[in-house]
């Protein structure tokens, strides 16, 4: 019987909250929070129960695979962008009768990709919506819209889920508990980057290599370069469960142009969260460093104690927050392997 969000990690008041909703939605809901976390996952899980409200199996497993006729995924054109033509589809959608449920439901998976033509497209359909209509974006800040489109929608926020609760999760889905404690720390509390690390052996490595950095650290700008290249390349092998998954995919919808371009987004998308996890493992040995030297617990508790004496707790703090900085580098669309070099020249000047 479908009643609730099942299988989601972490999340448990919003899931309930959102279970409680479905009899008596908002028009428009906008789910925001870090790359990995879990939102798309409930947004579908939200958008079968508001199609599937009575126990039907059958209705609700549809809607999950997108192929219920209510149940309208609004995707990017290509790579890159939502576009205008893309919001007129949906506009020109929105007012049509619903075919099977009590309503329509519009899922933007990837709404931060929306262009300001296109919010602006939509912003008349989110003020007067039919009331048999109901939206759900989904991206990662409400910065990423224009405060008309925000302030039309209920916004849901979703933040890192904690270690523990990851970890068990991995464990009860069959994941060895060593390895289900790996892929959790190297997530940083982001579920769907913790299941896609859960099988990758080299996950371990990654971890390793990110703490690794200040001691392998010089004043010469081509140690920079080369351990932004070593780092940006450790990254692709732990994109084979993903590749995996897509590759299935691939094979049953045979050859689909709009699947392709969805996989190259999925792609970038998970390479830069795990860019995003390894500059914040090397912020956690610096935060390590100053706790260590105060008598505070650390977190990487595998690293020696000696290595971070290596700086004081003052500078530490100031490279824990460096590092952090690269992080707005790379959303604002840096190169990774520019921006890792750009960092590891500056950590590697003497304060």
Not at 284 to 311: C, E, H, L
Request: include cysteine; aromatic fraction near 6%.
């Amino acid at each position: 019987m479908v009643k609730d969000l099942d299988g989601i990690i972490g999340h448990g008041q919003i899931t309930a909250l959102l279970a409680g909703e479905v009899d008596g939605p908002a028009q428009a809901y906008l789910f925001v929070g870090p790359a990995g976390v879990g939102k798309a996952t409930v947004a579908r899980q939200f958008a079968a129960l508001l199609l599937c409200p009575d126990p039907d199996e059958d209705c609700f497993r549809r809607a999950l695979r997108g192929v219920h006729p209510d149940l309208v995924q609004v995707e990017p054109d290509g790579h890159t962008a939502l576009t205008i033509d893309r919001a007129r589809e949906t506009v020109a959608r929105a007012v049509l009768t619903p075919v099977e449920s009590k309503r329509k439901v519009f899922l933007f998976e990837e709404a931060g990709l929306m262009t300001d033509g296109a919010a602006n497209t939509l912003l008349k359909t989110l003020e007067e919506p039919t009331s048999s209509t109901v939206f759900v974006l989904v991206a990662e800040s409400e910065d990423d819209f224009p405060t008309t489109i925000a302030s039309r929608c209920r916004t849901v926020v979703f933040g890192r889920v904690p270690d523990e609760v990851v970890s068990a999760a991995l464990c009860d889905r069959g994941i060895e508990p060593e390895q289900a404690g790996r892929a959790t720390v190297t997530s940083g509390g982001r579920p769907g980057l913790a299941l896609m690390l859960a099988t990758r052996p080299e996950v371990a490595n990654y971890r390793r290599l990110w703490l690794s950095v200040p001691e392998r650290l010089t004043e010469q700008t081509g140690t920079a370069f080369r351990l932004a290249s070593e780092l940006v390349g450790a990254a692709i092998p732990l994109l084979g469960g993903l590749e995996e998954r897509q590759q299935g995919e691939k094979d049953r919808s045979g050859g689909d142009r709009s699947l392709a371009d969805r996989h190259e987004r999925e792609r970038k998308r998970a390479t830069a969260a795990l860019h995003v996890t390894g500059l914040e493992i090397l912020a956690s040995w610096y935060r390590d460093a100053a706790a260590a030297q105060y008598g505070a617990p650390v977190r990487n508790q595998d690293v020696p104690g000696t290595a971070f004496a290596a700086v004081t707790p003052s500078v530490a703090v100031e490279r824990a927050q460096r590092v952090l900085d690269t992080v707005e580098a790379l959303e604002a669309n840096q190169r990774a392997e520019l921006a890792f070099a750009a960092l590891f020249a500056e950590l590697g000047t003497p304060s």
